[in-house]
């Protein structure tokens, strides 16, 4: 059975950095490309990042653009991401995903699998 499990969430101050990991298992990691969503409290889910299976390739939305980066290490069958600048607006649960197609990740915001997620929180 395939998990997703991430760690590295916590309270952090407005300004401050965090670093997400996600650790994949059951998987055959690098034949799948990687992404992170968010969901905020009353709000709907959006697409954070996705980078390919190779690592070649990352998307990002606008939003988090120049503050966050998504890196992936196969022989480890880990993704991580790294938050800097954050502000309040980047509270959220976040969730990492694996997906065979990494458009329909990226433009349809699906995915085959999701982890659990982990909370993030900027105090302002």
């Known amino acids: 059975q395939v998990q997703l499990v991430e760690s590295g969430g916590g309270l952090v101050q407005a300004g401050g950095s965090l670093r997400l990991s996600c650790a994949a298992s059951?998987?055959?990691?690098?034949?799948?490309?990687m992404g992170w969503f968010r969901q905020a409290p009353g709000k709907e889910r959006e697409f954070v990042t996705a980078i390919d299976w190779s690592g070649g390739r990352t998307e990002y939305s606008d939003s988090v653009k120049g503050r966050f980066t998504i890196s992936r290490d196969n022989a480890k069958s880990t993704v991580s991401l790294q938050m800097n600048s954050l502000r309040a607006e980047d509270t959220a649960v976040y969730y990492c995903?694996?997906?065979?197609?990494?458009?329909?990740?990226?433009?349809?915001?699906?995915?085959?699998?999701w982890g659990r997620g982990t909370q993030v929180t900027v105090s302002s």
């Open positions: 059951a998987l055959t990691f690098g034949s799948y490309n």
């Open positions: 995903t694996a997906d065979g197609n990494f458009y329909r990740m990226v433009m349809y915001h699906k995915a085959d699998y």
